[in-house]
C-alpha cells in the first residue's frame, strides 16, 4: 500500500521509539477502492504524551484535540495527521458513548471496536496489511458489514446505523443481509443519538451516489429521524404531471439534485407538505394547493429538530416555500429574485426546481421544455451576477445623501429608493447618478 510522506514520517518517528503504529481506517479503505486523497488517521500503542513527546522532538508540531479518547493531532506540511491511541471501547451503557475507553497494547483489540469490515484495516509497511475481519473481501464483493455481531454493535452506538447507510449510498455498497435486518430491528436507537452525530452522517449519505436506493431500502430509518416524512411514503399523486408517489418523486429529486448537501437536503423536505394539503377533486385528480408554504413550516420543525446551523435553516425554509413560485417559467424576473431572496439562493432555485421537474412525469413535452427554459435562465443569472447588475437599494449610483439633498424627508427616502431600484431592475431607468438625478428632478 502506498503511504503518504507525512504519514511515512510520523510511523518511522513512532516505530524508531519503539511503539507499533499503523495507518488505519478510512484510508486503508479508500486506498482498496483507488482513491489516495482522503485523510490518514494512524493507530499507535503510544499514549498521546508519549506521542507528543517523540514528534516534539522531531519539530513536528502537535495538538491535543481530543485527549479523552486518545488522540492528537500532528500537522507536517499543513496536513494534519490524527494520531489515536489503540483503545477498546468499555460498556456502552445508553448507545452512545462507551463507559470508559481503555487504552490497549495491540492493534486487532483496536481494530475490533471498528464500526465496518472496510473501515476496520490497518497497515504499515513492516507489517503489511491487517485485515482480521475480511475488510478486503467484503471491498471487492462492494458489501458493508459490522464487524462482529451487528446487533451488539448497533445497541453499543446507534449511530453506525446511519454510518452504515452513509458508506452504502457513497460507496455504491449494499449493507450485508444480517448487517441489514439488525439496521431495522434497532432503527429505534437513533432516536438516543444526538442530532448534530445524525445530521453529519446524513448529509453526506444524500451526496452519495448510490442515495436514490438508499433512501428507498431504508425508508423507515429515514421515518425515524424524520418522522414528518412519513406520511409521504403512502401518498399517491394522482395528477399527469407526476408518476410516482411524493416520497418516490422526493427521492428522485434528491438523485437529480447536484451533490450539495444543502440542495439535497431542501429536495428530502421540498414536497414533505404535500400529504398534509392533499385533495382530490370530483374527477379524482389530486390537488396539493399550498404545499410549498406548508412544508416550508414543516421543514422549520424538522432541521429545528436535526440542530442544523441557522445558515442552512435559513437557505433550506426559503427554498421549499419558493419552489413553486418559480412554476410560470415565463414569467421569472431573475433581478427581482435576486432581490428577494439573495444571488445565491436564486442559482439553488433553480437547481432545485429543476431537480423537482427531472422527478416529474418527464414523458410530458411541457416538463422538458420547463427544465431547459430553467437552465436557461441559470446561465443568463451567472451572467447577470458575473457583470455585477444592480437588485439591491445599495448597488444604486445614488444613495440616502443624494436624496436628502433635493429635499426628500424620513420614510420618502426609502419608497424613493426603493422606486428607483425597481426601474432599475426591470432596465427603464439607467443606474447612473446623472440619469436616475435627472429622472427624480423631472417628477
Ligand atoms: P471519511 O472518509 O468519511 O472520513 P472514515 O472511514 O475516515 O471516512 P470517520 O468517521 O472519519 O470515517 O471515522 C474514522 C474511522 O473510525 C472509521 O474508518 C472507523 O474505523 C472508525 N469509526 C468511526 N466512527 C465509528 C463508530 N461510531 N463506531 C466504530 N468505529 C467508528
Ligand atoms: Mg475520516
New binding site residues.
Given amino acids: 500500500m502506498h503511504i503518504s510522506d507525512g504519514a511515512k514520517i510520523i510511523l518511522n518517528a513512532l516505530e524508531d521509539a519503539g511503539f507499533s503504529s499503523y495507518v ?4 486503508v ?2 486506498y482498496f477502492l483507488g482513491n489516495i486523497n ?2 490518514t ?1 494512524i493507530a499507535t500503542c503510544a499514549m498521546p504524551y508519549e506521542v507528543e513527546n517523540i514528534l516534539s522532538k522531531k519539530n513536528i508540531k502537535v495538538v491535543e484535540t481530543g485527549l479523552k479518547h486518545g488522540t492528537v493531532t500532528a500537522v507536517l506540511n499543513k496536513t494534519p495527521f490524527e494520531i489515536t491511541t489503540f483503545r477498546s471501547d468499555g460498556e456502552y451503557l445508553d448507545s452512545r458513548h462507551p463507559q470508559n475507553v481503555k487504552f490497549v497494547s495491540d492493534v486487532s483489540e483496536d481494530l475490533k ?4 469490515t472496510v ?2 484495516m490497518a497497515y504499515n509497511d513492516k507489517q503489511g496489511v491487517v485485515d482480521l475481519f475480511g475488510g478486503r473481501e467484503d471491498i471487492k464483493n462492494k458489501i458493508i458489514r459490522t464487524v462482529g455481531d451487528p446487533n451488539e454493535r448497533f445497541n453499543e ?1 446507534a ?2 446505523i446511519m ?1 452504515a447507510l452513509r458508506f452504502s449510498s ?1 460507496l455504491g455498497f449494499e449493507i450485508e443481509e444480517n448487517t441489514k435486518n439488525a439496521v431495522f430491528n434497532n432503527m429505534h436507537l437513533l432516536r438516543n443519538i444526538s442530532a448534530e452525530r445524525i445530521f453529519a452522517e446524513l448529509q ?1 449519505l444524500l451526496c452519495g451516489k448510490n442515495v436514490l436506493s438508499v433512501l428507498d431500502e431504508y425508508r423507515q430509518v429515514i421515518g425515524v429521524i424524520i418522522p414528518q416524512l412519513e406520511p409521504s411514503f403512502e401518498c399517491a399523486q394522482n395528477t399527469p404531471w407526476h408518476m410516482y408517489t411524493v416520497y418516490e418523486h422526493i427521492i428522485h429529486s434528491v438523485k437529480y439534485a447536484p451533490p450539495d448537501s444543502v440542495i439535497r437536503l431542501t429536495m428530502l423536505l421540498h414536497d414533505i407538505g404535500k400529504p398534509y394539503v392533499k385533495t382530490t377533486d370530483e374527477n379524482g385528480r389530486d390537488h396539493f394547493k399550498t404545499h410549498a408554504s406548508k412544508g416550508a413550516e414543516i421543514a422549520a420543525d424538522v432541521l429545528k429538530n436535526l440542530k442544523v446551523s441557522n445558515e442552512i435553516f435559513d437557505k433550506v425554509t426559503t427554498l421549499i416555500k419558493y419552489h413553486q413560485s418559480v412554476e410560470n417559467v415565463n414569467d421569472i424576473k431573475i433581478k427581482r429574485w435576486f432581490n428577494k431572496i439573495g444571488q445565491e439562493n436564486t442559482l439553488s432555485l433553480f437547481d432545485v426546481r429543476i431537480a423537482d421537474l427531472k422527478a416529474h412525469n418527464v414523458n410530458k413535452p411541457e416538463v422538458k421544455k420547463e427544465i431547459d427554459i430553467l437552465s436557461e435562465l441559470k446561465n443568463q443569472a451567472l451572467e447577470l451576477i458575473e457583470k455585477g447588475e444592480p437588485y439591491r437599494v445599495s448597488d444604486l449610483a445614488v444613495n440616502g445623501n443624494d436624496l436628502i439633498a433635493l429635499g426628500y424627508r424620513g420614510v420618502q427616502i426609502g419608497e424613493k429608493l426603493n422606486e428607483i431600484l425597481s426601474l432599475v431592475i426591470d432596465d427603464k431607468l439607467e443606474n447612473s447618478k446623472s440619469a436616475v438625478m435627472n429622472y427624480l428632478k423631472k417628477i
Avoid: P, T
Avoid at 471496536?113 to 465496518?116: A, L, S, T
Fill in positions: 488505519v481506517g478510512g484510508c479503505r479508500d482522503s485523510d488517521d471496536r471498528r464500526d465496518f473501515n476496520a452506538d449511530l453506525r454510518r457513497v453526506k
